[in-house]
T-cell receptor, first 114, second 111 residues
Framework: DSGVTQTPKHLITATGQRVTLRCSPRSGDLSVYWYQQSLDQGLQFLIQ???????AKGNILERFSAQQFPDLHSELNLSSLELGDSALYFCASSVAQGATGELFFGEGSRLTVL | GEDVEQSLFLSVREGDSSVINCTYT??????LYWYKQEPGAGLQLLTYIFSNMDMKQDQRLTVLLNKKDKHLSLRIADTQTGDSAIYFCAESMVGFQKLVFGTGTRLLVSP
């Protein structure tokens, strides 16, 4: 158990809909990262938050947004969903900027868009 | 730019050694990592190496880094069926703002 909790574990929805994925980081971790894992694109970095503020942005679509709340949990919002958004979405957390940069991953939220 | 590449698949017999290879393009990488992903689970850090090191050994795991060729390898000695998983290499740069992951190598260990 990594200590990172993601909900829901599975989600099935239709094209055009909007979903919210939730992540609770490990106790004490200030940084939260979102990654998308799909069969054709591998593991892609989406966005990072540190103590409530956006710190780095990757290949995140404009239809997607995220935020980190004062209690440090984070949400990833996916809107106007398309078939190609079907993927496993991982959240990871880390201490501020630790010596090794180790990330602790949740078990992921599997999104299926029909 | 950032690009990390791995071979997609490796099959070995139980008890043999496995060697998983990775190439990266960004010479400013600070740390290089190996993560393991078992079915239905998230990624778990196996080991990491700082970019000024050539080798790191951790029990059955040996990491070799060739900075000149930008090549990283993970050797698993006495591979067990429980080692069957997808192995990702990853690199990070100063500030550890994000990790860039390779495509992953699926290791299948047969009895």
């Amino acid at each position: 158990d990594s200590g990172v909790t993601q909900t829901p574990k599975h989600l099935i929805t239709a094209t055009g809909q909007r979903v919210t994925l939730r992540c609770s980081p490990r106790s004490g971790d200030l940084s939260v990262y979102w990654y998308q894992q799909s069969l054709d694109q591998g593991l892609q970095f989406l966005i990072q938050y540190y103590n409530g503020e956006e710190r780095a942005k990757g290949n995140i679509l404009e239809r997607f947004s995220a935020q980190q709340f004062p209690d440090l949990h984070s949400e990833l919002n996916l809107s106007s969903l398309e078939l190609g958004d079907s993927a496993l979405y991982f959240c990871a957390s880390s201490v501020a900027q630790g010596a090794t940069g180790e990330l602790f991953f949740g078990e992921g939220s599997r999104l299926t868009v029909l | 730019g950032e690009d990390v590449e791995q071979s997609l698949f490796l099959s070995v017999r139980e008890g043999d050694s496995s060697v998983i290879n990775c190439t990266y393009t960004d010479s400013s990488s600070t740390y290089l990592y190996w993560y393991k992903q078992e079915p239905g689970a998230g990624l778990q850090l196996l080991t990491y190496i700082f970019s000024n090191m050539d080798m790191k050994q951790d029990q059955r795991l040996t990491v070799l880094l060739n900075k000149k060729d930008k090549h990283l390898s993970l050797r698993i000695a006495d591979t067990q069926t429980g080692d069957s998983a997808i192995y990702f290499c990853a690199e990070s740069m100063v500030g550890f703002q994000k990790l860039v992951f390779g495509t992953g190598t699926r290791l299948l260990v047969s009895p």
